[in-house]
């Protein structure tokens, strides 16, 4: 039962242009959402997040949206650049079964192209 | 993310023994998350603790493996009896609350031979 889902396993990007990356969740229970970049043979770091109650937030470079009818969010990186090549996971947090669960995607590897 | 702590980065087991992880949050943090990375897979929820609870252990097998999270001292993960199947990338997460940001460890590759 995978509760957030990220259909696209890889994305490349020429250097300068936006890389949109998308994430599908299930669980109408999730209200907190997150975006962390992955290096290999590295822990994952965090890169933004939003609450259900927003529906876009921004940090320099990265904006993340979310569409709660759809149950879908993405992460736009304007512009892209070489060293923003490696694995995204969008994370999803709700009251789910009375806990708080952070369920993560499978991730989308994402290379920029120089 | 360098604030948790994770050793040791690198762990090599024989089939049958015993596995050891630490995990030391961020000051502060008094909510730790476990979770399992096997090659070219995403990051599978293991267990979630507070201090000295198991809040939610519904991604770890019933068997072999367990995890505390005492008043002093890290956060332990610990695999029993480990078997080839058991060879991953472990991270823990620390954060202060239900839903803020949780920072991750720089993880611990488990290798059983």
């Known amino acids: 039962d995978q509760q957030v889902k990220q259909n696209s396993p890889s994305l490349s990007v020429q250097e300068g242009r936006i890389s949109i990356l998308n994430c599908d969740y299930t669980n109408s229970m999730f209200d907190y959402f997150l975006w962390y970049k992955k290096y290999p043979a590295e822990g994952p770091t965090f890169l933004i997040s939003?609450?259900?109650?927003?529906d876009k937030n921004e940090d320099g470079r990265f904006t993340v949206f979310l569409n709660k009818s759809a149950k879908h969010l993405s992460l736009h990186i304007v512009p892209s650049q070489p060293g923003d090549s490696a694995v995204y996971f969008c994370?999803?947090?709700?009251?789910?079964?009375?806990?708080?669960?952070?369920?993560f995607g499978t991730g989308t590897r994402l290379k920029v192209l120089a | 993310n360098a604030g948790v702590m994770q050793n040791p980065r690198h762990l090599v087991r024989r089939r049958g023994q015993e596995a050891r992880l630490r995990c030391s949050p961020m000051k502060g943090h008094s909510h730790v998350y476990w979770y399992r990375q096997l090659p070219e897979e995403g990051l599978k929820f293991m267990v979630y603790?507070?201090?000295?609870?198991?809040?939610?252990e519904s991604g770890m097998p019933k068997e072999r493996f367990s995890a505390e999270f005492p008043k002093e001292g890290p956060s332990i993960l610990r695999i029993q009896q480990v078997v080839r199947g058991d060879s991953a990338a472990y991270f823990c997460a620390s954060l202060m609350g239900v839903n803020t940001e949780a920072f991750f460890g720089q993880g611990t590759r488990l290798t059983v031979v």
């Open positions: 994370a999803a947090s709700g009251d789910t079964s009375g806990t708080y669960k952070y369920i």
């Open positions: 603790l507070q201090k000295e609870n198991i809040i939610d």
């Open positions: 939003i609450s259900s109650i927003k």
